[in-house]
């Protein structure tokens, strides 16, 4: 884990990178990540997270959690989409088919889900999704996806700047 100190902030801020590097796009979510980690003081980098189970213990007591992951919605490739957890106004059923796939096995609404039934869950949680298209063993983004990585990382240190 990865972070800065400002004792002007006040709030507990972590940000979440999904994913894993060696899959191509999938590797978005912890380069944007990493990216505000270094931008932006205050928040702390909880690494790369292989899934959003992963998430148990480490965003546990945040203020703010935003979490990046790549993702398959049939949007074109590069399209970044901030989606904020609300589990109490939009109630779907656990593993709901209708929503946005993750390439990974328990979605990040089940964990978020869990995270409350146990009295641990973020007090916000936003979601960054980057549309992804080259999901294969390997390194380096798309083209696409690349090119949305500067727009993404901005995207969250502004919504962590308007939280202050």
């Known amino acids: 884990m990865k972070g800065h100190d400002d ?7 972590v940000v979440a990178g999904i994913g894993s590097e060696y899959r191509r796009d999938d590797g978005a979510g912890p380069a944007v990540a990493a990216q505000v980690a270094d931008l932006v003081g205050g928040v702390t980098d ?23 992951d790549a993702v398959r919605s049939g949007a074109k490739p590069g399209t970044v989409r901030l989606v904020e957890l609300d589990i109490a106004s ?38 960054v999704g ?7 063993q390997g ?10 990585v ?10 962590i700047g308007d939280a202050r």
């Open 90 to 127: 939009r109630p779907e059923p656990v593993g709901d088919a209708s929503r946005t796939t993750s390439t990974h096995g328990m979605g990040l609404t089940d964990v978020f889900r869990l995270a409350q039934a146990v009295g641990t869950a973020p007090g916000r949680v936003v979601v």
């Open 7 to 13: 004792p002007g902030a006040g709030l507990r801020i």
């Open 130 to 136: 980057i549309e992804g298209s080259d999901f294969a």
């Open 46 to 68: 909880l690494g790369t997270i292989a899934d959003p189970l992963d998430l148990l213990g480490l965003w546990d007591g945040a203020d703010l959690a935003v979490v990046v």
């Open 150 to 159: 500067p727009q993404a990382t901005r995207w969250v240190a502004e919504l």
């Open 139 to 148: 390194t380096g983004l798309s083209p696409a996806v690349a090119r949305s």
